[in-house]
C-alpha cells in the first residue's frame, strides 16, 4: 500500500483521518450495542463490524449535501458520514421517541432520515434497490445532478428485484448506484450456495453496465469505485455495479449463534484483514496517526459512545398512543 | 354535460391532473405508444411526451418500487398494472413498502402514488384476466383502495387519488370501460375518498355494492320496483377507507341488508361489511345478512358457460334480492 | 405422554414424516446446516442429508416457485418461509400458481406441497416479523390454511398438511414456540384439515379463535370463571376449509359471540366468521357479534410500549368477554 | 446454407422432413385461429407466427418420452412434437370440455398436458422458469436423466422470477434449458425499452452458466443448441441459457393492434426471413421436398386442419357445473 494513495485519489489527509475516525466510531457503537444486548438492555442488534470501511468509503465518495441513499441495515457507517450521530444510532438502539429514523417503530438498523435525503428501509431484503432507482428517475426527470446510492447484501442480492431494478436502470439509463456489500454469508449460508456464478459484478454485463469488484476492507479502493461510478452518473452516462467484499465479523444478529455454521479460524483469519487495522496501518504509515493522536481519538468517541448510550437509556418511549398515529396524513 | 365512456373518464383525469402538475406522470408496460391495451392512457404520449408517458420492462415489481421511489422524492407516480390479476408480483413492494412507508418513518417519508389496475370479468379473458383482487389489499391499513362504478365517480376519484398523499390503489372494473356511459362535468371536480353514496332510495331492501354489480343491483331494483319491491342502493365507491356511517346509515333503511360483490365469497369485502354491520347495527336487522359473490373457485374460466355461471347479472341478483324482500 | 414446547412438535413431524416418506424434503433459507433461525429443522440435516434439507439462496419467489415444479412431479417439498412476512414476494406463485394449478389443467395436474411460516407478535419483532399474514390468503381457493395453537395440533396438523394432495399453507405462531407446551403422542397420528375444536365447554359466551389470542381467550375463561362466567372456546385451528358447522354449533351454545385473533381488524378473518354467522345463525344471536383483533394500523412498532399496546393479552381479553357477557 | 447441415447434427431425411411438417402444420393451425377469430367463433388467438422454427427445433432436440416441458403461450410448434394434435388446438381454441389443456377453463395457449409431461401454465408470464427448476430438481433427487426445458419471451425475461430461477439452477446444477423467444416485442414494447444491454444470453455468464445466442428462423441451429445443451444436462453439468431471435409476424394476439406501433415494411421486411419459406429452401435445396410433395403435405395440412376445426366446433361445452369442480381434490 502506497501512502499516498488517498491524495492521488483528491482525498485531503484531513479527510481520510475523518474517515478512518467514522469507521472506528460505527464500529464502536457497534461493540457497545453488543454489549448492551448482553445485558439485557436492548432487544436487538444488526452489526456493520467488517464493513465500515465499505461503506465509510463509498459515503465520503458522494456529495452529502445533494446525494440520495437508499441503504441497507448493516449501514451504521455510511448514516454517520451523512449526518447521523451515535446518539441518533443509541436511540434507535434503546427504541426511544427521538429515534429519527423511526421514532422507535423500527428495529435498530432500520434507517431513513429526511434530513440527510436518506429514504426509510424495511426488513425485506431488496426492495430499497427499486426506490433508488425511482429517485433517481425523478431527479432525471427533474434534471437535478445527484446520485443515488443503494446497498444490499450479496445473498439479497438474488431476490427478483435486483434483477428488475438493475434493468429498469440500465433500460433508462439512471443515474444510480447498486451496491453490494459482500459479506460473504447470508445469515448461515456462504456465497457458494447463495450466488450462481460467485460474482455478483459479473451480472452487470448483462445490463449493460459496468460491474465493479473491489477490496472491501480498504475504504480508498472503495472510495475510487463509487466516485467513478458517480461521476460517470453525474455525466449522464448511467448506472453502475459495485461488489465490495468482506466479512462479517460478527454473527448476523444478536439473535444469530454463528458457531452453528462457520469455524472460529475462519472468523479470526478475516479478522486479520480487519479495515480499521489496515486502515490505521496506512494512516500511520502515511505519518497521519501515531500512538498518541490515536489514543485521543479513542478517547474521544468513547466519550461520544458512552454520551449517546447515557441519553438514550435516559430518553422518553413513544407514548402508547403513538402506534395508532401517521398510518395516514393526518 | 358530455356523455362519457367509464374508461374516457380514466383518459380525462389522467390528462387533467398531467396538465395541472408537472409532477404527475404514467407509468406501466404498453402505456405509451400503444396507450395501453385497453387505451387508457391513449394520446397521453402525444402530449406530454415519452419522459412523462414511460412504457417500463414488463416487470410489475418494479412499476411499483420505482414509483415508491419517485414518490418519496416528491413525484406523482400513476403507475399502470396492465391487469389487476399482475399485480402479484408487485404484492412485496406495495404491501410491505408504499403502505409502511409513512407509519414505519414516523410521518418522515410518504409516498404519494396511484396504481391503477383493470378488475373484473365478463370480458372472456380467463382465470387470469378476470380476478377481482381488492380482497388482497382490503386489510393492509396505510393504503387506500378506490372501485368505482360511473364515469362521473371515475374522474372525481382518480383526480383525488392522484392529488392524496397516501398510496392509492384504483381499481376499474374493465367491463365497465365501455358498457358503462354517464355524464361526466368538463370542469376541474374531485370527489372525497371514503365517500360512499346513495345510488337509490328505497325502504325494503339495502344492497351495498360496487364496481359492476352495483350496475346489477342498480337493474334488479328497476326491475323489482315493477313488482312493489322498493331497494335502497349504496355504493360505496371506496372500500378503504371503508364509509361505516353509510353503511350503517343504509342498514337502518331497511333492516334488511344483501351484500353484493363480483369477488369469491370466502374472504371477500363483503364479509367486512356484514361483520361492522353485525356488530354495530345488530338491532336494525330484521332478517340475516345475506351475502351474493362470486363462488369460491380460483377463478374465473374461460369457456363461456363457466364464465356465465360465474358471473353476477341482473337475473341472479334480481332473484336473490327479492328472495331477501320476502323474508 | 411427553410433553413438548409447540416448534419441537414442528420438527417431530417434519421428522417423521421424512422417515416415512422418501418424497418429503424440506427447503428454505438457513433450514440445512442452522436448523432454521428458530430451529425448527433442527437436527433434520444430520439425519436425512443436504439432499433432502435444502438451503435455498435468499429468494421466497423461487422458494415456492420450486416446491411447486417439484411438487408438481410427484416431490413433497415442505417449505420454510423464515417469516411469514417474507412470504411477499412469493404471493405471485402461491396465488397465480400453487392455489390454481389443479383447477387450471382440470385436474391434470396437482401440486402437493406445503409452505410453513413463523408468523405473529410479541417478540420484539418490530414491523416486519410481526405480522399475521393469513388474511391475504384465506381467500384464495385452491389454498388449504392452517393455524394451529397447540403443540398436539401442530403435530397432527402438520403431518396432515404433508399427505394432502393440495398445497397448504401452515402458519405457526412464534410467540408460541418455546412458551406453549403440551402433550404429544410418539404415535404416528394425524388430525383432519378443516376440523375446528371446542377447547372449552361454556354456557354464556362463545369465543372463536385460533393460535396465540386463542390461549389468551382460554386464560381469560379460567379467570372468568371466577367470576361466574362460563365461556365457551372453540379453536378454529383450521381457518380454510373453514368448519362452519363447528362456527354455527359453537354459536348456538350461548348466543353471544366473540372472534379474536391478532392480525388487524379490518379484512381479518374475522370478518368473515362474522358474516358466517350472520347469515347462518342470526336467529341464534342475542347480542351484536364482537371482533377483538390487532388495531388497523399497518404492522406492531418495535419499540416496547407501542409493541404491547398492539399486541393483545388476557387482560383485555378478559375484559372483553366480560363486557359481551353483561350486554 | 450447405443442404447437408441436418446430417452432420444428426438428423434424419425423415426427420427434418417431419420438422419442417410440425412447423408448417403449426403455421397453419395458427392461421386458421385468426379466421376463426374473425369470423367470431372464437374470442381470442395467441400466435406462434414466426417462431415456429424455434419451438420444432428445440422440442425435436429432447427426447419425448422422457424430457419435460414448462412453456409459454406461443409454444404451439413445441406442442405439436411432443404429442398434442391439431384436434387438441382446436379444442381449446374453441374452449370446448375436451380440450386436453384444461378442459376449456384456460385460454388457447396455456398449455399443459399430463400425458406429454407438459406442466400446465399460466398468464402471469416468467413463474413457470421456477416450475422447471423444481421439476429439474425432483429429477436429480429422484436420479432420472430426463431435461427440463421451458421457454419464455424475452420482455419476460426481465422478470424477477427469471433470475430467481437461473440462479437456483446454477447453484443447484441442475439438468434445466432456458430457451428464451426472443421476438423482439413485448406486445408493443421493443426490445430497446425492455432489455438492458439488449441481451438475454448475456445474463448466463452472471449465473455461471453457458448462455448462447442463434438465430432463431433456423431449427437446425436452434435443434443444434438445445442438443447442447440437453447432452450438456444429461451428463450432469448442469443449466443453460439460450436465446434463439426471431419476430413476432403477427400482432401480439387478437386483441392487439400492432400497427399503432409498428411499420408495416418492417413486418414485411422480417416475414422475408419467415422460416418456413428458409427451411423450404433447404430443404429443396438438399433435393428432400419438391413441389409435388410440398403440395402433397400442404393438402394434408389443409385437411387435418379442417377436420379439427369441425370437430371442435362441433364439440361439447363443459357442463356450467364444471365451475365448482378440481378445486381441491374430490
Ligand atoms: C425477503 C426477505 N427474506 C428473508 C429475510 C430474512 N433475512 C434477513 S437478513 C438475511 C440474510 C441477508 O444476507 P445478505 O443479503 O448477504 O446480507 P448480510 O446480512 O449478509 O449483510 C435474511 C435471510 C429478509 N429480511 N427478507
Ligand atoms: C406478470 C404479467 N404481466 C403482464 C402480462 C401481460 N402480458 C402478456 S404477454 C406480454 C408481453 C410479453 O412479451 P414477451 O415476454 O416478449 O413475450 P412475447 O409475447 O413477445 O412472446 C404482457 C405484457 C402478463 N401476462 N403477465
Ligand atoms: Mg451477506
Ligand atoms: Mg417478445
Same sequence: chains 1, 4.
Avoid at chain 1, 67 to 87: E, H, I, N, S
Avoid at chain 2, 110 to 115: A, F, R, S
Avoid at chain 2, 177 to 190: A, F, M, S
Avoid at chain 2, 310 to 315: A, P
Amino acid at each position: 500500500m502506497g501512502n499516498e494513495r488517498h491524495r492521488e485519489l483528491g482525498l485531503t489527509d484531513d479527510q481520510v483521518l475523518q474517515m478512518y475516525r467514522t469507521m472506528l466510531l460505527a464500529r464502536k457503537i457497534d461493540e457497545r450495542m453488543w454489549l448492551l444486548n448482553r445485558a439485557g438492555k436492548i432487544p436487538f442488534v444488526i452489526s456493520c463490524q467488517g464493513q465500515e470501511a465499505i461503506q465509510v468509503g463509498a459515503a465520503f465518495a458522494l456529495d452529502r449535501e445533494k446525494d440520495w441513499l437508499c441503504p441497507y441495515y448493516r449501514d451504521l457507517g455510511m448514516m454517520l458520514v451523512f449526518g447521523q450521530t451515535a446518539r441518533d444510532q443509541m436511540l434507535s438502539a434503546f427504541a426511544k421517541a427521538e429515534d429519527p429514523n423511526s421514532g422507535g417503530r423500527q428495529m435498530p438498523g432500520h434507517y431513513g432520515d429526511a434530513r440527510f435525503r436518506i429514504v426509510s428501509g424495511s426488513s425485506p431484503v431488496t426492495t430499497q434497490l427499486l426506490h433508488a432507482v425511482g429517485v433517481a428517475l425523478a431527479g432525471k426527470m427533474e434534471k437535478k445532478d445527484f446520485v443515488t446510492l443503494t446497498t444490499f447484501g450479496e445473498g439479497s442480492s438474488n431476490q427478483g428485484d435486483f434483477h428488475e431494478g438493475l434493468n429498469f436502470a440500465g433500460v433508462h439509463n439512471l443515474p444510480v448506484i447498486f451496491m453490494c456489500e459482500n459479506n460473504q454469508y447470508a445469515i448461515s449460508v456462504p456465497v457458494e450456495k447463495q450466488l450462481a456464478g460467485g460474482s455478483v459484478a459479473a451480472r452487470a454485463q448483462g445490463y449493460g453496465m459496468p460491474g465493479v469488484q473491489v477490496d472491501g476492507n480498504d475504504p480508498l479502493q472503495v472510495f475510487e469505485a463509487v466516485k467513478t461510478a458517480a461521476d460517470r452518473a453525474r455525466r449522464g452516462e448511467g448506472p453502475t455495479l459495485i461488489e465490495a467484499t468482506s466479512y462479517r465479523l460478527a454473527p448476523h444478529s444478536s439473535d444469530d449463534d454463528d458457531r452453528t455454521y462457520r469455524k472460529a479460524e475462519e472468523v479470526e483469519d478475516a479478522k486479520k484483514k480487519d479495515s480499521l487495522n489496515q486502515f490505521k496501518n496506512y494512516l500511520y504509515g502515511a505519518g497521519l496517526l501515531d500512538e498518541e493522536r490515536e489514543n485521543a481519538v479513542n478517547r474521544e468517541i468513547a466519550r461520544e459512545v458512552d454520551e449517546a448510550t447515557e441519553y438514550a437509556e435516559q430518553a422518553a418511549y413513544p407514548d402508547p398512543e403513538q402506534t395508532y398515529t401517521h398510518v395516514y396524513r393526518e | 354535460m358530455p356523455i362519457l365512456s367509464y374508461i374516457d373518464a380514466v383518459t380525462l383525469a389522467l390528462r387533467e391532473e398531467m396538465q395541472k402538475n408537472p409532477r404527475v406522470f404514467v407509468l406501466g408496460e404498453d402505456v405509451g405508444v400503444r396507450g395501453g391495451v385497453f387505451r387508457a392512457t391513449h394520446g397521453l404520449i402525444d402530449e406530454f411526451g415519452p419522459e412523462r408517458v414511460l412504457d417500463t420492462p414488463l416487470t410489475e415489481s418494479a412499476i411499483a418500487g420505482v414509483s415508491i421511489g419517485a414518490s418519496v422524492y416528491g413525484m406523482r407516480p400513476v403507475a399502470e398494472m396492465q391487469f389487476a390479476d399482475f399485480i402479484m408480483p408487485a404484492v412485496n413492494q406495495i404491501i410491505s413498502e408504499a403502505a409502511k412507508m409513512r407509519y414505519r418513518s414516523n410521518n418522515s417519508w410518504h409516498c404519494p402514488l396511484v396504481i391503477r389496475a383493470p378488475y373484473g370479468g365478463g370480458v372472456h379473458g380467463g382465470l387470469y384476466h378476470s380476478q377481482s383482487v381488492e380482497k388482497l389489499f382490503t386489510g393492509i391499513p396505510g393504503l387506500k383502495i378506490v372501485t368505482p362504478s360511473t364515469p362521473y365517480d371515475v374522474k372525481g376519484l382518480l383526480k383525488s387519488a392522484i392529488q392524496d398523499e397516501d398510496p392509492v390503489l384504483f381499481f376499474e372494473h374493465k367491463r365497465c370501460y365501455r358498457l358503462i356511459k354517464g355524464e361526466v362535468p368538463e370542469e376541474d371536480y374531485t370527489l372525497p375518498i371514503g365517500q360512499a353514496e346513495v345510488k337509490r332510495e328505497g325502504t325494503d331492501v339495502t344492497v351495498i355494492s360496487y364496481g359492476l354489480t352495483l350496475h346489477f343491483a342498480l337493474q334488479a331494483a328497476e326491475e323489482l320496483q315493477k313488482e312493489g319491491i322498493s331497494v335502497h342502493v349504496l355504493d360505496l365507491r371506496t372500500l378503504i377507507p371503508l364509509d361505516k356511517e353509510a353503511v350503517l346509515q343504509a342498514v337502518a333503511k331497511t333492516g334488511k341488508v344483501m351484500i353484493i360483490h363480483e369477488d369469491n365469497l370466502t374472504g371477500g369485502f363483503g364479509g367486512e361489511v356484514s361483520a361492522l354491520i353485525a356488530e354495530e347495527a345488530f338491532f336494525e336487522l330484521d332478517a340475516p345478512i345475506r351475502r351474493l359473490a362470486g363462488p369460491d373457485v380460483p377463478a374465473m374460466p374461460y369457456s363461456p358457460p363457466l364464465e356465465k355461471e360465474f358471473m353476477l347479472n341482473q337475473e341472479k341478483v334480481t332473484h336473490a334480492i327479492r328472495e331477501l324482500a320476502e323474508f
